[in-house]
């Protein structure tokens, strides 16, 4: 008889229990140090990378398929500001990598956009993604749900997370982050969260308490992050983006109520208590949801995608063209 992983009640509502597993590759003695959250989670790539095939699915400490959107906590332990982030893009790459939010156990897949795979420009003087981009999992911006300070309802997805620090991480990593501010990105009439955070594991992270601290520390990387949202997709033709606030960040307490909000709309979501559309909720460790599903049938579905060929695989050629705009 397989076990069910409880959720658990927290302050800020639900979260899955880990297996014993992962408290016992800690070590007794283990201490406080680094924060090591990769140690918990691992990922399996599947089909080509840079092609509509490509895949890439995570397994938990003990071996089994899990959904980085479902069963990974949002919060890493009682601590008020220590999260979870799945980094979907790595900093100074172009290909727009996500969460596939309507696939069973949501793989990271490149996005397609008419028929082809989706890069974003390089905006001079920036090179690709400006920080390492993903998301907080167990979030939702729920698109039926109007957001009080900006009046737009969500854009149906896991709330975004912009990282700061100064290491260059990989796609797929799971790492601890301190939640600094935030960003209201209105993108065509839909609330887009974007959280600035920093790896707790940076060098420089305990200097970093507020969004002030990104100004005092790295002046210009606000400005910079505004700039980007803002021209992204111009030179795909499109007007420039807006924002709630006028442009103007949130700080960290703001943030944090934000995401207590997007975390409540996600538990509802997966309590099938409202109308999540397409969204796939498939998960393996939420066992009170009625989305649960067995790890054999976990299996099963990752078993259905093809596993990488061994030949590599390279960016399209159009990553080294640079747009200079009037900003």
Request: aromatic share 10%.
């Amino acid at each position: 008889m397989r076990a069910l992983l409880p959720l658990l009640r927290t302050g800020w509502g639900w979260r899955t229990a880990p297996p014993a597993a992962a408290f016992l590759s800690r070590g007794r003695g283990a201490g406080p140090g680094p924060h090591r959250a990769m140690a918990f989670y691992r990922t399996e790539e599947r089909g080509q990378p840079y092609s509509p095939s490509y895949r890439l699915f995570f397994k938990n400490v003990a071996g089994h398929y899990i959904s980085p959107f479902h069963d990974i906590p949002l919060k890493v332990d009682s601590t008020e500001n220590l999260f979870h982030m799945v980094v979907e893009v790595p900093r100074w790459t172009n290909a727009k990598m996500e969460i596939a939010t309507e696939e069973p156990l949501n793989p990271i897949k490149q996005d397609i956009k008419d028929g082809k795979l989706r890069y974003v420009a390089n905006i001079f003087p920036h090179k690709g993604y400006i920080w390492n981009y993903g998301a907080l999992p167990q979030t939702w911006e729920d698109p039926h749900r109007k957001d009080k300070s900006t009046d737009c309802c969500g854009d149906n997805d896991p709330i975004d997370v912009c990282e700061i620090g100064s290491k260059v991480l990989s796609c797929g990593e799971v790492i601890h982050v301190k939640i600094l501010g935030i960003l209201a990105l209105i993108d065509q009439g839909e609330t887009d969260w974007k959280i600035i955070a920093i790896n707790v594991n940076d060098p420089e992270a305990s200097k970093f308490h507020d969004i002030d601290d990104v100004k005092k520390y790295k002046p210009g990387y606000l400005e910079a992050t505004l700039n980007w949202f803002r021209l992204y997709k111009v030179p795909e033709g499109k007007q420039e983006n807006q924002f709630a606030f006028n442009g103007e960040f949130r700080n960290k307490a703001f943030a944090l109520e934000v995401i207590r909000s997007t975390h409540e709309c996600w538990k509802t979501l997966l309590m099938k208590k409202c109308d999540g559309g397409a969204i796939n909720c498939t998960n393996v460790q939420v066992c009170d949801s009625p989305f649960h599903c067995t790890q054999e049938e976990a299996r099963s579905i990752v078993e259905l995608v093809s596993p990488s060929p061994n030949k590599e695989s390279k960016e399209e050629d159009t990553q080294q063209v640079w747009h200079f705009l009037d900003k």
